[in-house]
């Protein structure tokens, strides 16, 4: 197995995973997102692979004040073992490397396994509300 940043040739089974796993809205399209991260030096997404299969994806990027991180997702056939905990440490690897300070992410609420799975990581819910206007 290997954690690998994305590529363009990436994109169409990158989107099928997160639209398998749950993660897409309509009000997001997710093939500008997977552009967007890929576009500049201050985001990716990082794809673990074991060969030509696809286990898992996390986008990760940088603000230039806090890391964040979106678009977590393993393939169900492949849950439990660890592919979360390790696509997680990637991408504090990838923040660590550029100085990021802090990681953030955004959990919908009522997602228990999301936040359950995130809090045994050693990350806790932040005393903010989270503001937000769409643009387009």
């Known amino acids: 197995m290997e954690v690998r940043a994305a590529q363009a040739a990436d994109r169409d089974v990158v989107i099928a995973l997160w639209q398998a796993a749950g993660l897409t809205r309509p009000w997001n399209d997710p093939a ?3 552009d967007r991260a890929l576009q500049g030096d201050a985001s990716t997404i990082l794809l673990l692979r074991d060969g030509d299969t696809l286990l898992g994806t996390v986008m990760v990027g940088e603000d230039g004040h806090r ?3 979106y678009y977590l997702a393993v393939a169900e056939s492949a849950r439990g073992q660890g ?4 696509l997680m440490a990637a991408a504090e690897a990838w923040l660590r490397a550029r100085g990021c300070p802090k990681l953030q ?9 999301a936040i359950g799975f995130y809090r045994a990581l050693g990350l806790e819910v932040q005393p903010v509300v989270t503001l937000g206007r769409f643009l387009h």
């Open 32 to 34: 500008a997102d997977f």
């Open 67 to 69: 890391g964040w991180v």
């Open 83 to 86: 592919h979360g905990r390790a």
């Open 105 to 113: 992410l955004m959990v919908r609420e009522g997602n228990d396994a």
